[in-house]
């Protein structure tokens, strides 16, 4: 089976998954793709130091791409509260620059080890949450603009130096700091997943048109195309499917399914 052929299978199944994530849980679905993506794509570069940009800018392409389904079907479903999307999304393209200039400056063994802890700390904030899913407010809280743009710009700058939407950031924040229902939430974190990836994709697409080292066949800068059209092509299918389960299943099953999911993601950085 010819390598790109044998990669755009893999990618089918793994974008089915993560669209589903995407539609469920309001993440991006980097923290999936991006350790698929390590093992798949080594066969088809002929550099190693071609690795990392071609996976993240691969990422970030696809999860730009999801969101969208992703987003039009949480509107549609009335889970993205319009008032709280500026002062966001204003800080997390803010961050999202800022990660992309100290890209080459920050420890990444540093930074792996700051995102593990704080993923298995929300994740015991998550799953001690859930017990209290029921009495979460149907109305919007009040939280000041300068603070969810703070909080923005910090999910901006590490999303962007770690290639992923910040959905596992920003949803145990919304849900435990700032009180938002679950729901509204996860499509509040699919707005910001849309954003980061969208600003990432723009760098890396410049970035990869304008190296001088060979990129390897049916590539668009650094965006390995059989990668990135095997993952859309389910995941934009399984995104409102799973944005159709976040609004059946119960708030207290969807708070522990995202808690188990941040324990495995912070357990599998900390001990790799």
Do not use: E
């Amino acid at each position: 089976m010819d390598v790109a052929l044998h990669i755009f299978t893999y990618c089918l199944l793994l974008g089915a998954l993560v669209g589903f994530l995407a539609g469920l849980l309001g993440i991006g679905g980097g923290l999936i793709i991006v350790p698929v993506l390590i093992v798949l794509l080594p066969s088809v570069l002929n550099d190693s130091s071609l690795l990392m940009p071609v996976v993240l800018s691969t990422s970030l392409a696809a999860i730009l791409l999801t969101s969208i389904s992703t987003l039009l079907a949480h509107q549609r479903s009335g889970n993205i509260p319009l008032s709280f999307l500026p002062p966001i999304l204003g800080g997390i393209a803010i961050g999202a620059l800022i990660g992309g200039y100290f890209a080459d400056v920050i420890n990444s063994d540093h930074l792996k080890l700051f995102f593990g802890c704080f993923s298995l700390f929300m994740s015991l904030q998550m799953w001690l949450g859930a017990k209290k899913a029921d009495n979460c407010p149907k109305a919007l809280p009040d939280y000041s603009k300068p603070s969810l743009t703070g909080v923005g710009a910090i999910v901006g700058t590490l999303s962007s130096l770690l290639g992923i939407g910040g959905g596992v950031m920003l949803v145990p924040f919304l849900t435990s700091v700032a009180k938002l229902d679950m729901r509204r939430a996860i499509g509040v974190s699919a707005a910001g997943g849309f954003v980061v990836s969208a600003m990432g994709s723009i760098g890396y697409l410049s970035a990869g048109l304008n190296t001088t080292i060979a990129l390897p066949s049916w590539s668009l800068g650094y965006i390995y195309l059989p990668a990135l059209l095997g993952i859309i092509s389910l995941s934009l299918l399984t995104a409102p499917f799973g944005v159709k389960m976040a609004k059946v299943l119960p708030v207290k099953v969807l708070k522990r399914f995202f808690a188990i999911l941040l324990f495995v993601v912070g357990s599998k950085i900390l001990i790799t």
